[in-house]
């Protein structure tokens, strides 16, 4: 069973900067993809980044503004660099797993979910 827990999230000022990581275990697939999401208050949840194993391609959602960077490590922790935070960037943030590996930021085609961690933009 596949186990994804985010971390990171917390109260910031506009203008500050996070970063959220994503650990994952239980992976046994040899090409999968880890996205990351968020969920607004009353909102629908929304694509945010993506990347991929083992050739680490990466997506990005347009109308981010290029703040967001996703990138991994040499393990299974996925890692979301969030910079100039926007009140707009409050939401809660989920990590997912796509066990077949594909491109993009469609959330049904997500497997495995965490269950997300709190990021609160204070203008």
């Known amino acids: 069973q596949v186990r994804l827990v985010e971390s990171g999230g917390g109260l910031v000022q506009t203008g500050g900067s996070l970063r959220l990581s994503c650990a994952a275990s239980?992976?046994?697939?040899?090409?999968?993809?880890i996205g990351w999401f968020r969920q607004a208050p009353g909102k629908e949840r929304s694509f945010v980044a993506a990347?991929?194993?083992?050739?680490?391609?990466r997506d990005y959602a347009e109308s981010l503004e290029g703040r967001f960077n996703i990138f991994r490590d040499h393990k299974n922790t996925v890692y979301l660099q969030i910079d100039s935070l926007k009140p707009e960037d409050t939401g809660v943030y989920y990590c997912?797993?796509?066990?077949?590996?594909?491109?993009?930021?469609?959330?049904?085609?997500?497997?495995?979910w965490g269950q997300g961690t709190q990021v609160t933009v204070s203008s």
């Open positions: 997912a797993q796509d066990r077949r590996g594909r491109r993009g930021g469609v959330a049904y085609e997500y497997d495995f």
């Open positions: 239980g992976v046994i697939f040899s090409t999968y993809t």
């Open positions: 990347i991929r194993w083992p050739d680490g391609s």
